[in-house]
Every structure is written in C-alpha cells, then in structure tokens.
T-cell receptor
Framework: DTEVTQTPKHLVMGMTNKKSLKCEQH?????MYWYKQKAKKPPELMFV???????INESVPSRFSPECPNSSLLNLHLHALQPEDSALYLC???????????????FGPGTRLTVL | DAKTTQPPSMDCAEGRAANLPCNHSTISGNEYVYWYRQIHSQGPQYIIH???NNETNEMASLIITEDRKSSTLILPHATLRDTAVYYCIGGSGGYQKVTFGTGTKLQVIP
C-alpha cells in the first residue's frame, strides 16, 4: 500500500468554527508532513513530524495545531481561521531522513479548504 | 535565504524531449536534488533525485552540473499525460527543511 489518504476532500468553514483535517498512511513511514498550497504557487512546508514528535514548525500561526497520535495518523486542527487561510492542504510521508537527505515523499490528494 | 528558481512555463511537442532547467545555487554539498510533478492540483508525485552523478529511471533523466548549482530534468519522449507543473527541490536551507522551487508549467502540445 503506497497511498496517503486525506479526509475530507473539501471543507468549508466559518471563521469561528473548529475543524480537523486527517491524514493516514500505512507504509511504515516515520516522517510526516503538512504543506499549504495557494493557487498557482508551490507547496509550502508547515510542519514535520519525526517519530511522532514535532521536529519542524515553519512559524505557522497557532490557529493551526498539528497532532500525530500514532505513526500512521496525522491531524491538523483548525480554529479561528481567516479567509486568507483558504488553500489546498497537503499531507505527505517518507522514510525518516539522514542529515540533508530527505527520502522520497508520498503525497496525499489534499484537502481543499475554504474559509468564509 | 535558500531560493530555487525555474522558468514559469515551457511548451514541448508530443514525442519530443522536454528539458526542464532548475537553478539551486544555495545547495549544500551533501544535499540531494529532487524533482516532483503535480497534475491538476493533485498531490505532487516523485519523479527522480540525485546528488552528483546523472541519474535515469523509467520516468526521466536528471543531469546535475559539476558545481551542483543547477540541474535539468529530461523527459525523453513527452506525452500529453506529462502536462503538469514540475517542481525542483534543492538548496532547502537546512536539515529537514523542504523548499519547493518556483515550478515550471509544462504544456505538451499534440
């Protein structure tokens, strides 16, 4: 199984809502990632988890809260978002890196988020 | 800041080779160059990676200059299904950092 699944595919939420994005992989990968992608722009790294511990936070606002409950699951909790947070949110996984060597990442299809 | 630049768009005739360049002048000595592509806002798909030597797999070839400041992805016989945005990753600026390049939108023309 070389698939990364993400749910939901689409999400519309108000600025006062709380919602969560879910990502799952069963490839035994111990590194998992969240990216944000705006239209016609490259993906931007948000968070990296290594062995279920947060290892990279790219200065992401606290209204985005990641969680890695086990080695197969990655969540992104959303609260009090702004309309400019509307984007495609991508999850990825990979084997754990050696220094400066990041293994091939497997990406999910993404969640299209719209904040009203 | 690490910066990886690519031309914004390229056209290629179907059946011809597509050569996609990438500049990664801030790449570190032991940092790999990776290429991905993204079709219709799906998740990016891995294509190939390399360190110093040229690499080839079933999808593409990767040519890295001797100074490692640039590379070229070659799709030897482009098909319509190769129409996508191609991203290079190199010079991400540190351990576990992942910085996508600016991306090239490749249009394969019948």
């Amino acid at each position: 199984d070389t698939e990364v699944t993400q749910t939901p595919k689409h999400l519309v939420m108000g600025m006062t809502n709380k919602k969560s994005l879910k990502c799952e992989q069963h490839m035994g990968h111990r590194a998992m990632y969240w990216y944000k992608q705006k239209a016609k722009k490259p993906p931007e790294l948000m968070f990296v988890y290594s062995y279920e511990k947060l290892s990279i936070n790219e200065s992401v606002p606290s209204r985005f809260s990641p969680e890695c409950p086990n080695s197969s699951l990655l969540n992104l909790h959303l609260h009090a978002l702004q309309p400019e947070d509307s984007a495609l949110y991508l999850c990825a996984s990979s084997q754990l890196w050696e220094e400066y060597f990041y293994n091939e990442q497997f990406f999910g299809p993404g969640t299209r988020l719209t904040v009203l | 800041d690490a910066k990886t630049t690519q031309p914004p768009s390229m056209d290629c005739a179907e059946g011809r080779a597509a050569n996609l360049p990438c500049n990664h002048s801030t790449i570190s000595g032991n940092e790999y160059v990776y290429w991905y592509r993204q079709i219709h806002s799906q998740g990016p798909q891995y294509i190939i990676h390399g360190l110093k030597n040229n690499e080839t797999n079933e999808m593409a070839s990767l040519i890295i200059t001797e100074d490692r400041k640039s590379s070229t992805l070659i799709l030897p016989h482009a098909t319509l299904r190769d129409t996508a945005v191609y991203y290079c990753i190199g010079g991400s600026g540190g351990y576990q950092k992942v910085t996508f390049g600016t991306g090239t939108k490749l249009q394969v023309i019948p």
